[in-house]
């Protein structure tokens, strides 16, 4: 989606407010001992009083409201039995659309005490997000997010899931530009246009490469086998730099 008139910008920041609600509110709620289903009824509910429609539910049939993924699956976890315990590292990614806007949103939240080279993987992947962020405006190279984070996460001894990408988005969950790279690639010679809504969501990981689907068909998992983190904002590019929408308030 090409952003061209305030009333676009707003109706989009309505939905990037309502999934940044939502995902932050499913955090805070989260207690050792709760199932992931537990936790996806709580952002369903969310939703329902915004008037907003998960997006991976009414598009793609994904069984639940929300992708709830847990330690070893770094995406597209399914709500289900699973019991959150602590010392888990769970990602939530809450996309959802309202009034035909769409916006997606994604964090990795640590459940109690962890593993020190988890919560700096935790840290360094926000930072991962936030670097890509400031390469967004107008008539800048696409490129330039992954050249970006792929330095930071290079120079501090990071690997980056290369088959999960950065995507368009506004109008429907997943839409051009596809496959936006968050790790440095060649070739790709494409600009950010002025007002193009776009996501930036890299999964930074302490030695995964790919990313991986097992028998659910939904659950992704890092092989080779490596804890992996993911944050992720809706982002409009503008002449001044990005503005981001999934922002709670």
């Known amino acids: 989606m090409t952003i061209t008139n305030d009333d676009e910008l707003n109706g989009l920041k309505e939905v ?44 793609y049939d994904f069984p639940g409201a929300t992708c709830i993924s847990v330690n070893e699956e770094i995406a597209h ?37 962890v593993k020190p080279s988890l919560e700096r993987l935790c840290k360094d992947g926000k930072r991962a997000m936030e670097i890509g962020i400031r390469q967004v405006g107008s008539n800048r190279p696409l490129a330039g997010i ?3 984070i792929g330095r930071f996460a290079s120079d501090r001894g990071y690997t980056l899931i290369r088959n999960l990408a950065s995507h368009g988005v506004g109008l429907s969950l997943h839409e051009y530009p596809t496959e936006i790279a968050t790790w440095p690639t060649r070739g790709d010679k494409r600009r950010i246009n002025k007002g193009l809504v776009l996501t930036v969501e890299p999964f930074l990981s ?44």
Do not use: C
């Open 206 to 249: 302490s030695g995964g490469i790919w990313a991986t689907e097992r028998e659910d068909q939904w659950t992704l998992y890092s092989e080779p086998a490596a804890p992996v983190v993911q944050y992720e904002h809706t982002i409009v590019a503008t002449d001044r730099g990005p503005i981001t929408v999934t922002l709670p308030g």
């Open 146 to 148: 992954g050249k970006a």
């Open 77 to 113: 976890g399914i709500p289900g039995d699973r019991i959150i315990q602590v010392g888990d590292l769970v990602n939530i990614d809450v996309s959802a659309s309202k009034n035909g806007f769409f916006a997606d949103n994604g964090a990795t939240f640590n459940v109690g005490k």
């Open 16 to 59: 990037g407010r309502i999934v940044a609600n939502t995902m932050h509110r499913m955090a805070k709620a989260i207690e050792p001992g709760m199932t992931t289903r537990e936790l996806d009824d709580i952002g369903r509910t969310l939703l329902d009083l915004e008037g907003a429609v998960s997006a991976p539910q009414a598009i």
